[in-house]
């Protein structure tokens, strides 16, 4: 089964709202990372997380290792935030990243 | 800072053929990883190297896929046989050993006929 489950799957984002995307993981993480892959198929950091909260610009997440899960805050979305995000975690499974399926943000034109 | 730099951005290929990726990582780091990504799907490990050393190559379809990074910079990605099922982005990724920080590349994308 996934380790790491991403929710949603696809997100209709309209300009100016606030959005949340969240991973669950099945077994222990130590470490999330967040991504953002543009159309072009190239992935931006967005954060590198151990337990705890950061915070950069209108984006904000948390990791909370204890209850297995991560999430992503996106306040007053604009159009440049869309693309598909991804979350990964250190599982402990040969020290590599293990991915989310993703979350595909899509712009809603009014 | 130069980031990682894949190259072909593009490949096409019949089913049988051959093909090589080729990462340059960032300068520095000691720790390379190949991920496939199939069409929306998450990026999935195939193998990862510190220095010229493979750590875990347990994803990699030992068959017909091959990789190496004899001096501990570079990497090369090779597919022998290519199969349609090999259709994805390879992408590269670079980091420093024992910190989860990992740069991505722009990515390969193959197209298998």
């Known amino acids: 089964g996934d380790k790491v489950k991403q929710s949603p799957s696809a997100l209709s984002l309209q300009e100016g709202t606030n959005s949340a995307l969240r991973c669950n993981f099945s077994?222990?993480?130590?470490?999330v990372q967040w991504f953002l892959q543009n159309p072009r198929g190239s992935l931006m950091n967005l954060f590198y997380?151990?337990?705890g909260t950061k915070e950069n610009g209108r984006l904000k997440s948390a990791f909370d290792s204890k209850e297995s899960y991560s999430t992503l805050h996106i306040r007053d979305a604009q159009l440049e935030d869309s693309g598909t995000y991804f979350c990964?975690?250190?599982?402990?499974?040969?020290?590599?990243?293990?991915f989310g399926s993703g979350t595909k943000v899509i712009p809603c034109l009014p | 800072e130069a980031g990682v730099t894949q190259s072909p951005r593009y490949a096409v290929l019949q089913e049988g053929q051959a093909v090589s990726f080729w990462c340059d990582p960032i300068?520095?780091?000691?720790?390379l990883y190949w991920y496939q990504q199939p069409r929306d799907q998450g990026p999935q490990l195939l193998v990862y190297?510190?220095?010229?050393?493979?750590?875990?190559n347990s994803q990699l379809p030992s068959d017909r896929f091959s990789a190496v990074r004899p001096k501990g910079t570079n990497s090369t990605l090779k597919i022998q046989s290519a199969k349609q099922g090999d259709t994805a982005t390879y992408l590269c990724?670079?980091?420093?050993?024992?910190?989860?920080?990992?740069?991505f590349g722009p990515g390969t994308r193959l197209l298998v006929l």
């Open positions: 997380l151990v337990p």
């Open positions: 077994i222990a993480a130590t470490t």
């Open positions: 990724a670079s980091s420093f050993w024992g910190e989860d920080t990992q740069y």
């Open positions: 190297f510190r220095d010229e050393a493979v750590i875990d």
């Open positions: 990964a975690a250190d599982l402990g499974f040969a020290s590599a990243l293990t």
């Open positions: 300068s520095g780091h000691d720790t």
